[in-house]
């Protein structure tokens, strides 16, 4: 018996869908899989965290903490039990851009799911006492977060690498005093004001039955905007590079954040950036992970990546280190960052991280649920589909001096913002005599 030959690998594309827009202003994307029998149905809103007021911020999300408590078809838990009685799990989430709600369910049972995931959004009862409970959580989870390094962390880098003017700035599911000030009413005006169906895109995937849109016509045809007014976004600009030391006593390691404000997938510079980040930090054998976790012990794991927004993103190292190291650590990870000369991207470096992204893409794709994702984000930020391979070529044609380039620009080493969190007792002086001028954090 011969071994099998083992071929060149086939030029995978992202799947074309059919594209559709009811009467009510809803449009919808319908990914054809055969064989996927587990059905994945996302809707996205387009409802910028901007448009919220900002004594509110944080109503958007609580929106979809609220929406599967009850409808007024299916009053308190029916609903779950409605969900549940068609095996399909529902779940959502927000962005500073818009807002998604996702239905899985076997194909088998899409009858009965399809018009439930309408119902959610067109008649949810968003009731005074699930809100109220619903706010008690959110506070308890703010707390939580601020006790948390990294969700701290997180937050503080945030609001410290864009400007403050910018609702992007800020928490997207709002702060205590915003979250506290949230009533029944400002949920239901909200919502009545947000969930329209002509600012709403469904995006299906999965073995779909040929009169798919006449089923998805009928779960949402009751659908009307009650909203009005064109959605408009913000395009979040950079705040001036600082140092944060936020003091936590007798931390025995610090949570660290190293990075400026990014790039989004339409910059021309996106590709090669992700490449460059790629080989600096994003992957397992990275430049900085190969050095602050293999040879020095500093920390479990370090990366360095572009997380895009619909305008702009956030470009960051991230680690923990010890306490006794960190000083130490960030200087080092500063110097690793240097691709001057000779430190340029190389040619394998870059071929590695091009074989990883391109290749990972179809296998990140594999299901309905994940060809839903990939398409839904894109629907958040604006962009069409086809992205997906022209982004891939993109990546194909980028060089190693591209990339050198694409960093160098952008994640500019004395332009950086560094936020830590840990004992400032230990780590001010140490920072200091690394260069940094920590401005420290003490919580009341």
């Known amino acids: 018996m011969s071994r099998p030959v083992v071929g060149a690998p086939r030029v995978w594309q992202f799947p074309e869908p059919e594209r559709r827009t009811l009467d009510n202003g809803l449009r919808l994307l319908a990914f054809h899989r055969p064989g996927q029998h587990l059905l994945n149905a996302t809707l996205v809103v387009d409802q910028p965290l901007v448009s919220e007021p900002r004594a509110l911020e944080g109503v958007s999300s609580m929106i979809l903490r609220v ?74 989870e703010i707390a939580q977060h601020r006790a948390h390094p990294a969700h701290r962390g997180g937050q503080e880098f945030r609001a410290a690498v864009i400007d403050g003017a910018f609702r992007a700035s800020r928490s997207a599911a709002g702060e205590a005093d915003t979250v506290a000030a949230i009533s029944g009413e400002a949920v239901r005006t909200a919502h009545a004001d947000q969930y329209r169906p002509d600012a709403s895109t469904l995006v299906l995937a999965g073995d779909l039955p040929a009169d798919l849109l006449g089923r998805v016509d009928r779960a949402f045809a009751g659908w009307r905007s009650t909203g009005s007014g064109a959605v408009q976004h913000e395009s979040p600009l950079a705040a001036p590079p600082r140092c944060l030391l936020v003091h936590r006593s007798g931390a025995v390691q610090a949570d660290v954040r190293l990075g400026s404000f990014g790039v989004d997938r339409s910059h021309p ?102 060809i839903v994702d990939q398409a839904s984000a894109l629907v958040e930020v604006g962009l069409d589909q086809s992205f997906v391979n022209r982004h891939t070529a993109e990546l194909l044609r980028i060089s190693p001096d591209q990339a050198t380039d694409a960093v160098q620009r952008l994640l500019p080493l004395g332009a950086l913002t560094l936020v830590v969190v840990g004992d400032a007792d230990v780590l001010a002086e140490p920072l200091r005599a690394q260069g940094f001028d920590p401005q420290v954090v003490v919580d009341d």
């Not at 369910?105 to 018009?115: C, E, G, I, M, S």
């Not at 997380?307 to 991230?318: E, N, T």
């Open 269 to 370: 510079d996106w590709p090669a950036l992700r490449l460059g980040t790629f080989v600096l930090g994003g992957g397992f054998l990275s430049r900085l992970n190969r050095v602050l976790r293999e040879e020095r012990g500093y920390t479990y794991g370090v990366q360095l990546t572009n997380v895009p927004a619909r305008h702009g993103g956030l470009l960051s190292l991230h680690a923990s280190f010890r306490t006794e190291v960190a000083a130490a650590a960030i200087s080092e990870a500063t110097d690793l960052l240097v691709t001057d000369g000779d430190r340029g991207i190389t040619r394998p470096e870059l071929t590695d991280a091009v074989n990883y992204l391109v290749g990972v893409a179809p296998l990140r794709c594999a299901t309905a649920a994940g």
């Open 67 to 140: 929406l599967d408590e009850g409808t007024r078809s299916h009053p308190g838990t029916d609903f779950a039990d409605a969900v549940e009685g068609c095996g399909a799990v529902l779940h959502g989430g927000t962005s500073q851009s818009a807002a998604h709600l996702s239905i899985e369910v076997p194909v088998t049972r899409l009858d009965a799911a399809l018009p439930l995931l309408a119902e959610v959004v067109r008649e949810p009862q968003l009731s005074d006492d699930d809100v109220r409970r619903q706010v008690e959580l959110r506070l308890a």
